[in-house]
Every structure is written in structure tokens, then in C-alpha cells.
């Protein structure tokens, strides 16, 4: 069932048209700069988005400008993730086609990331997601007391029951995808 869905909403995703998904990262981008838990956070983790998702670079750019510390995900096998301090000199493909820290990347302790972005294909009311498969942030989410924040498109919208194991994200900033 998850699978199928994600399937479907990553096409979906895929086949926005390029001026509404423009249209719809900036509005997306700058209700999340609006949000207090944005303009309260000293370090925010986000991540480097592929071009079917939000794109996170204006938020990026946003963040550094407002003096803020940034990172992004390192991923290794079994699921393990930590957040790297933001660097695009340090960026290299991952064997999943993504950009990811390389090692020489400063590790930030979860105690310290006020806010993380959440990633993500499907989001049900609740906050509930289904990302891309390997539980990476669920896992990550499990111990972290900070906020939680995702921008979706209103096409990521489904009901699906989620898994024992899954952490709702706090807020989801949905943008009405009109097509």
C-alpha cells in the first residue's frame, strides 16, 4: 500500500508543471520563513532536495542570510543518519544520486538543531508520512524534542494508516496545487 502510494505521488510530483512548482516553492519558502519556529530557531536542518520535491535552496539561502546555522543529512547503511553543518564545497553523489556532506563535514549534535525540515512523498492529516523507504527520519525523530516543520503540495495529500514505528511531523505547509 505505502509503496503504491509513494509510486503514484513521486509521478505525480514529477509531472508538475515547472512555473506551478516554481510558484509554489516560493510561497511554500516564504510561509516557512514566517513560521515563529523559524524566526526562533539559531539551527536548522533541512535537506538537499532532488528536483521532483520542494526545492530547498531558497530556504537555504534564507537561513544563511538571517545568520542562521544550516546542515543536511548524512546517510549511511541501516538506516543511520546525522546533520552536517552546511557547507557546498563538501557536497558529493551518494550512490542514490543524492548530494550528501562528505566526511571532512562538522557532525551537529541533535541537542542543538532547533528546527528540522522533514522530507517527505505522502502526508496524511496527522502529520504522518511516507518518505522514500528506509526510515531514516523516523528513526532520526525519535528522540528529538526540537520542532518539526514539512512543505508538500497539496498532490502529497493522502489518508493512509501510518505504521507504529512512524513519527508525525509537528506542521505541514501545504501548498494548493490548482491543476
Same mark, same amino acid.
Given at each position: ?26 510561497? $511554500? ?5 514566517? $513560521? ?61 544520486? $543524492? ?15 532547533? $528546527? ?50 512512524d513519527i508525525a511531523v509537528q506542521e505541514v505547509l501545504v501548498y494548493e496545487t490548482h491543476l
Amino acid at each position: 500500500m505505502k509503496k503504491i502510494l509513494r509510486n503514484k505521488t513521486i509521478a505525480a510530483m514529477k509531472e508538475l508543471p515547472q512555473s506551478v512548482k516554481a510558484e509554489a516553492d516560493s510561497q $511554500l519558502t516564504q510561509r516557512f520563513t514566517q $513560521l515563529s519556529a523559524f524566526q526562533e530557531a539559531k539551527t536548522l536542518a533541512t535537506y538537499l532536495s532532488m528536483g521532483h520535491e520542494f526545492s530547498t535552496a531558497s530556504l537555504i539561502q534564507a537561513a544563511l542570510q538571517d545568520g542562521k546555522r544550516v546542515c543536511v543529512p548524512r546517510t549511511y547503511p541501516q538506516g543511520r543518519m546525522e546533520f552536517v553543518e552546511y557547507d557546498p564545497d563538501i557536497l558529493e553523489k551518494t550512490r542514490f544520486g $543524492l548530494l550528501e556532506p562528505n566526511e571532512q563535514g562538522k557532525v551537529v549534535d541533535k541537542s542543538e538543531i532547533d $528546527l528540522i525540515h522533514v522530507p517527505g512523498v505522502v502526508f496524511q492529516s496527522e502529520g504522518y508520512r511516507i518518505g522514500y523507504g528506509a526510515g531514516y527520519y523516523d528513526r532520526y525523530l525519535a528522540d528529538y524534542s526540537g520542532k518539526t516543520v514539512s512543505t508538500i503540495y497539496s498532490i502529497q495529500e493522502r489518508e493512509f494508516q501510518p505504521d507504529s514505528f512512524d513519527i508525525a511531523v509537528q506542521e505541514v505547509l501545504v501548498y494548493e496545487t490548482h491543476l
